[in-house]
């Protein structure tokens, strides 16, 4: 079940609120919020219901080991099996087929017979629960806060719906007081239906679009393509991968709100960033702050050697990528965007810092787009020839398509729709709306108030009817990271 599709939206979510809504009791709140996340869980694949409530029993126990072991040699052994085992469970379901389809390539150049092994089924979003498991026994272990008194919290915590599938990445230290303790505002849980909406927007007014063009110039073979229309796919994919991934972590959000809970931002205009360390500052910020803080800092992080810690930032991004997806380009993403980072901590750093904005945001726009080349090709080979195609090298275009094929009027507006609101210009609008409140005479305020909430209303249900008739008028949709 996805949040972009109609028995979501028209059923199971105003299902849930109402009985949320009507139910009183934080305790009964929490178990009817637990028992319509297993079942947005095993919406698809119901099969897989039995590993969640495995995970979560298998956590709720190292998590009582991890508190009541007196003797730290105990409490290291216990979360050291956590991690091991989760991790373990991940590279079964993740990784198993990838390391045997590399082992059979390694077989075959020295002639020996593969090794045949059932296909494994992936399970949907177990790249996040693996971590919101690690972060639960890894905080019970730093005494973060205390472990789950019952394994329906620790369940709650991991298959929450509204995150469990995509993110945001949560720490047990930061939700385990608000699944004890919240309450349902109205401020809030209307600031949550704005979120929804304009997550959704986002969704299936931008990213649905230009997902089109996209797909269709990566499907390209190499003759087909031209520079200007393998600039246009890239264009199109990096708009795709951010309104696609934030417009889902927007709905999540404001999800959230709507059932009492606060998550951790996860973007904060990252295609405005000036360097790539920057970028990484606001893209994706639960997980990179979850790489930071469980894995790069133990490591040592910049508290070492200038050696060791371009190794740890190169491992942090090796892992990085290879958490995104089993594939070679996935992996050779992550460690593209390690040895930026660790370019930057070299002179080249302090040079681009004294660069003048518009070519530190260029550069960093440009490292970033040829990135997604890396992660929207099937192969490396693909993407190679991707990047020579864009840069106008060694290629014959005999069956180029034109771009004027791909450029239509909708992925037009969309484009230019997505270029604007990848800046901060909504909360600048926002910002300027309020002190023009201020500076209006007292007598007019309220009025001006009524008006700016009028319109911003009236702006939400455009919005909802545009994407809800989109959404009718559409096909399966799936978010992007959904497969991660």
């Known amino acids: ?27 009964a709140r929490n178990v009817l919020l637990l028992i319509f996340s297993l079942i947005f869980y095993a919406w698809g694949e119901p099969i897989f219901i039995f590993l969640a409530l495995a995970s979560t029993l298998m956590n709720y126990f190292l998590g009582l080991w991890v508190e009541h072991s007196d003797e730290p040699a105990r409490r290291r052994s216990a979360v050291a099996l956590a991690i091991v085992l989760n991790i373990g469970i991940l590279a079964f379901f993740k990784y198993a087929d990838f390391a045997v389809g590399n082992f059979n390539a390694l077989l075959a150049a020295f002639r020996y017979r593969p090794v045949a092994l059932p296909h494994v089924l992936l399970p949907v979003g177990i ?55 919240r309450v349902i505002a109205l401020p809030e849980f209307a600031e949550g239906i704005r979120r929804f909406i304009g997550g959704l927007a986002k969704k ?33 994919y990096t708009l795709q991968i951010y309104f696609d991934f934030s417009g889902y972590s927007d709905m999540a959000v404001g999800l959230g709100k709507m059932f009492g809970f606060e998550f951790l931002e996860n973007f904060n205009y990252p295609y405005i960033s000036q360097s790539i360390r920057d970028f990484w500052r606001r893209w994706h910020i639960s997980l990179s702050t979850w790489f930071r803080d469980y894995l790069y800092i133990p490591l040592g992080g910049n508290r070492c050697s200038t050696m060791r810690n371009y190794v740890n930032l190169i491992t942090v991004f090796f892992l990085c990528g290879l958490w995104h997806g089993a594939s070679w380009p996935f992996v050779l993403w992550g460690l593209y965007h390690g040895l930026f980072l660790v370019l930057e901590k070299t002179q080249f750093g302090n040079l681009l810092e004294k660069m003048p904005r518009p070519l530190r945001h260029s550069y960093a726009l440009l490292v970033v787009m040829f990135g997604w080349v890396l992660f929207r090709s099937d192969t490396v080979s693909q993407a190679m020839s991707f990047f020579s195609i864009m840069l106008g090298l060694g290629h014959v275009f005999t069956s180029a398509q034109p771009l004027a094929r791909y450029v239509t009027n909708q992925v037009l507006w969309s484009i230019g729709i997505g270029i604007l609101l990848s800046t901060p210009l909504w909360p600048k609008i926002k910002d300027l709306y309020g002190k023009m409140v201020e500076v209006t005479p007292e007598p007019l305020q309220a009025p001006t108030i009524l008006i700016g909430l009028f319109l911003e209303a009236l702006l939400m249900v455009t919005l909802l009817v545009i994407s809800s008739a989109w959404l009718a008028g559409g096909t399966y949709n799936p978010f992007i990271y959904y497969r991660f």
Not at 208 to 235: C, K, M, Q, Y
């Open 1 to 27: 079940m996805v949040f972009s599709s109609p028995v979501f939206l028209f059923l199971f979510l105003p299902l849930v609120l109402t009985l949320v809504l009507i139910v009183r009791s934080l305790k």
């Open 204 to 236: 299936m007014i931008v990213a649905n679009v230009v997902a089109i063009p996209a797909r269709d110039i990566f499907a390209l073979h190499a003759r087909e393509l031209t520079p200007s229309v393998a600039w246009f796919g890239v264009l199109c």
């Open 127 to 181: 790249s996040f629960f693996t971590f919101h498991a690690l972060s639960y026994v890894i905080d019970v272990y730093r005494r973060k806060w205390t472990a789950a008194k019952h394994p329906a919290d620790v369940a709650l915590y991991i298959f929450f719906f509204p995150q469990m599938i995509a993110g945001p990445i949560l720490r047990w230290n930061a939700i385990a007081p608000q699944i004890a303790k």
